[in-house]
């Protein structure tokens, strides 16, 4: 019951967070596939909550949030929220975790998934995400 309340909680203050955040810069950072998402009136990737849904790499459940000032927030129920930051410039999304930059190529992009491939040293992780559930909060 207690990692429930603190998933819950996280997921709470990671909602919270995206969605005080600015977006007026965004669309400069964002990959073509989310700009067209963006111009068509569909949410991107940025300030929404994504869950891991399937991954050669990531646990399933984990949580992502890729806020518009380039913050990058990950956490899971086991552990503590990390960050790390993402860019979007000449045409290359770079993801940071803990001081690591990763090359990363946008497999695909809709309101029901974000699969994205990282490129790290050791090989390609592939990951895809949907948009994460509200656990609810117990009395």
């Given at each position: 019951?207690?990692n429930?309340?603190?998933?819950?909680?996280?997921?709470?203050?990671?909602v919270?967070v995206?969605a005080c955040?600015?977006?007026?810069?965004?669309?400069?950072?964002l990959?073509?596939?989310?700009?067209?998402?963006a111009?068509?009136?569909?949410?991107g990737?940025?300030n929404?909550?994504?869950e891991?849904?399937?991954?050669t790499?990531?646990a399933?459940g984990?949580?992502y949030v890729?806020?518009?000032?380039g913050?990058?927030?990950?956490?899971?129920?086991?552990?503590?929220?990390?960050?790390?930051?993402?860019?979007?410039?000449?045409?290359?999304?770079?993801m940071?975790e803990?001081?690591?930059e990763?090359?990363?190529?946008?497999?695909?992009?809709?309101?029901?998934?974000?699969?994205?491939?990282?490129?790290?040293?050791?090989?390609?992780v592939?990951?895809a995400?949907?948009?994460?559930r509200?656990a609810p909060?117990?009395?």
């Amino acid at each position: 019951m207690k990692n429930l309340l603190q998933r819950a909680a996280c997921v709470l203050a990671l909602v919270l967070v995206a969605a005080c955040s600015e977006t007026s810069d965004t669309a400069d950072k964002l990959p073509p596939a989310a700009q067209q998402a963006a111009a068509a009136g569909k949410p991107g990737f940025v300030n929404k909550v994504w869950e891991v849904s399937l991954s050669t790499g990531v646990a399933p459940g984990m949580l992502y949030v890729f806020l518009s000032d380039g913050t990058l927030v990950m956490s899971s129920k086991n552990s503590q929220p990390a960050f790390g930051g993402w860019t979007y410039q000449g045409g290359a999304l770079t993801m940071t975790e803990g001081g690591q930059e990763y090359q990363v190529d946008i497999l695909a992009l809709s309101h029901e998934e974000f699969r994205i491939r990282s490129k790290h040293p050791g090989g390609s992780v592939e990951i895809a995400m949907v948009p994460a559930r509200s656990a609810p909060l117990a009395p």
